[in-house]
């Protein structure tokens, strides 16, 4: 016997059945806080019992509480089919061949209502139906490697897509665009501009913020600029595109090394920090904004390193931190640790005793700045000297999370005090930079004239 009340339980389940009214009944619902109509919705199965879902006209969905409903009335049935519809993907002679490798995340996917899971679509067939402008600008093959959340991606599955990467640029793909999920993102674009070295294409990392049956999905648009700057552009770098404003006008490249996630929500989320982006892009072509880059060559050669050594931390300081933390990490057999400090690399004076036992027992431990913007600079004030007599280095202006990712990745080669400092402090690709430019640091705050002036004028 069908379901009719898929998910729903309890007082929602007493509401749905007074009312005669089933899960994809197109409903009218007369509530204390107005009337409202649309397309209830199978629940989680891990939800209240106080809620009815109602997809309405906008796509949007909103939760009714069984509270306030004063009628309701089921004005139609018609279950709804949410696969993603499947075509075959064109095969066009003179487009670029670009290789879309999944891990996981919102792109071009469906929501499973039942479990409030996000089902992805990923074959060619799938996302041609999706995102029918992809065979306009590449002949794509994909392929899943992973099917995880961004927060259970770690060093195995960055060295797995490493070596991966480099097979497909030895068999002469014109690109490469990772489906990822947008929370550890910018570890992952930092793990790869360390593994993955001298490549000849662009390797194109992707998310979305949205899942493609809401309306505001910024899916389909970041998997055409991404597609767009894997098989057309000319940057040959590890970068992370997704949305510039929170509108659709463009894209951002940001380099792999310098972004981060900096909203929960906004489509908008990521940002180059201490530097501008690398790149806009759009349907019709990429922009530079950064005239130094690597460019797309026409050989095969690239260089692999998929090193990691897993017992690395990171430690984000805060007032009275006791120094059983630094304790806990070298008991434990930590053989590195990067140090968020305060202001220009700071902790402190009862973290001093723990840090020289760590350094007494050989633990590699690097400053950066919780600030994120900016250098660190220890020779300022007695505090920061007295740490690197303590055996800190500072990590001038390296991101924290960036930081962690290249000590794994060094001391997955190396344990040498000496070697370990000096990749460290070696440049990559820009994960430290000479100086920082006058407009890599902009933050600005509502409540004032001329930032709300402007902010209506442009966009956020």
């Keep these: 016997m069908e379901d009719f009340f898929q998910g729903y339980k309890g007082r929602s389940l007493e509401t749905l059945k007074k009312y005669n009214v089933r899960v994809w009944g197109q409903a009218e619902i007369n509530t204390t806080r107005g009337q409202f109509r649309g397309t209830v919705l199978p629940r989680s199965e891990n939800d209240d019992d106080t809620h009815i879902v109602l997809k309405i006209i906008t796509g949007y969905n909103i939760g009714i509480d069984i509270f306030t409903v004063i009628t309701m009335k089921e004005v139609g049935y018609q279950k709804a089919n949410y696969k993603i519809p499947e075509k075959e993907f064109p095969y066009h002679e003179g487009l670029p061949k670009v290789k879309l490798i999944g891990t996981g995340g919102t792109i071009a996917s469906r929501l499973d209502y039942r479990t409030g899971a996000v089902i992805p679509a990923f074959s060619p067939g799938e996302l041609y139906g999706a995102v029918p402008e992809l065979a306009d600008i590449c002949n794509l093959t994909t392929e899943k490697i992973f099917a995880v959340f961004s927060e259970n991606m770690g060093p195995e599955n960055y060295k797995v897509l490493a070596v991966k990467i480099g097979k497909e640029i030895e068999n002469g793909i014109d690109g490469i665009v990772i489906g990822h999920g947008t929370d550890t993102l910018h570890h992952t674009s930092a793990a790869l501009t360390f593994m993955i070295q001298n490549s000849p294409v662009p390797i194109v990392l992707v998310g979305s913020q949205r899942s493609s049956d809401r309306p505001s999905s910024d899916a389909a648009l970041n998997l055409i600029h991404a597609t767009y700057a894997a098989g057309h552009g000319d940057i040959a770098e590890v970068m992370i595109c997704m949305f510039g404003p929170t509108s659709d006008e463009y894209g951002f490249l ?190 600005y705050q509502g409540g004032v004239k001329e930032v709300d002036d402007f902010v209506r004028r442009v966009h956020k």
């Excluded at 900096?262 to 690398?278: A, K, N, V």
């Excluded at 759009?282 to 060559?297: A, C, D, F, L, S």
């Excluded at 690239?302 to 990171?314: A, C, M, N, Q």
């Excluded at 990712?405 to 344990?415: A, C, E, F, P």
């Design 254 to 443: 940001h380099r792999g090394t310098r972004v981060r996630k900096m909203h929960s929500s906004y489509r908008s989320t990521f940002r180059t920090i201490g530097d501008t982006p690398l790149a806009t892009v759009t349907r019709k072509g990429v922009v530079p904004i950064k005239q130094e880059y690597n460019h797309r060559r026409k050989d095969r050669k690239v260089d692999i390193f998929p090193y990691f050594e897993e017992k690395v931390s990171i430690v984000y300081y805060y007032p009275n931190m006791q120094p059983d933390i630094i304790d806990s990490l070298v008991d434990n057999g930590y053989k590195g640790i990067v140090i968020a400090g305060t202001g220009l690399g700071h902790v402190n004076k009862p973290l001093y005793p723990a840090i020289e036992r760590a350094y007494k027992k050989g633990v590699h431990i690097f400053m950066t700045v919780q600030t994120l913007w900016g250098y660190v600079h220890m020779f300022v004030y007695d505090t920061g000297r007295d740490l690197m007599a303590k055996g800190i280095i500072p990590a001038e202006n390296m991101l924290p999370e960036v930081a962690y990712i290249k000590l794994g990745w060094v001391l997955g080669q190396t344990d040498d005090p000496e070697e370990v400092r000096r990749l460290m402090l070696t440049p990559v690709n820009d994960e430290t930079t000479p100086r920082e430019p006058y407009n890599g640091y902009l933050i």
